[in-house]
């Protein structure tokens, strides 16, 4: 009996494991396209998680940072607070008309990224990840000077060097 407990703990202590690192499920974009945080994999890469109606600080943070790490790669996430919940094409209309076409904004009705990381998205949260998918780093706030030299410092490791960049830069209209 005691051997089963330890077997049965063992496999439970691995299932939890790798639910931890699962990959995390293809979002769409605002245009139904998918926008996989798997095709960016495999290096750095910043997470910026806000909820629908704050994606004004998704842009802030993005124009702020690409000023000093113009080789920043991130994955953009709206998550959603509202209750009762939208759909997914109710977000994606509200996103289309405030972002830039060539900007790709992942929606996230069930809030996964934001429950995986334990984030507030209230307010923005970006989320450090290395090559690795590991958590280097988390923060939560709007953009500004403190947060904003603590972000950076952190980031500049990870990004400062002459690699292709093929994430736009953004701007997004405020609400």
């Keep these: 009996m005691k051997r089963l407990t330890l077997i049965l703990l063992l496999a439970l202590g691995s299932a939890l494991s790798h639910a931890e690192t699962a990959i995390p499920p293809e979002l769409t974009d605002q245009y139904g396209k998918p926008y996989s945080y798997e095709s960016m994999s495999g290096q750095p890469l910043l997470l910026i998680i806000a909820d629908a109606r704050k994606l004004r600080w998704i842009g802030s943070w993005?124009?702020?940072?690409?000023?000093?790490?113009?080789?920043?790669?991130?994955?953009?996430?709206?998550?959603?607070?509202?209750?009762?919940?939208?759909?997914?094409?109710?977000?994606?209309?509200?996103?289309?008309?405030?972002?830039?076409?060539?900007?790709?904004?992942?929606?996230?009705?069930?809030?996964?990224?934001?429950?995986?990381?334990?984030?507030?998205?209230?307010?923005?949260?970006?989320?450090?990840?290395?090559?690795?998918?590991?958590?280097?780093?988390?923060?939560?706030?709007?953009?500004?000077?403190?947060?904003?030299?603590?972000?950076?410092?952190?980031?500049?490791p990870y990004f400062d060097t002459p690699t292709a960049n093929t994430t736009p830069s953004i701007s997004i209209a405020p609400e």
């Design 62 to 156: 993005e124009k702020k940072l690409r000023r000093k790490l113009p080789e920043l790669r991130s994955y953009r996430v709206s998550g959603v607070l509202k209750t009762p919940t939208p759909t997914v094409d109710e977000v994606a209309k509200v996103l289309r008309r405030w972002v830039p076409e060539n900007v790709p904004i992942a929606i996230d009705i069930n809030n996964y990224w934001a429950t995986r990381f334990t984030l507030d998205i209230d307010q923005p949260c970006l989320v450090l990840l290395n090559a690795n998918g590991e958590v280097v780093a988390k923060w939560r706030g709007r953009p500004k000077k403190a947060l904003l030299r603590e972000v950076l410092e952190t980031l500049q």
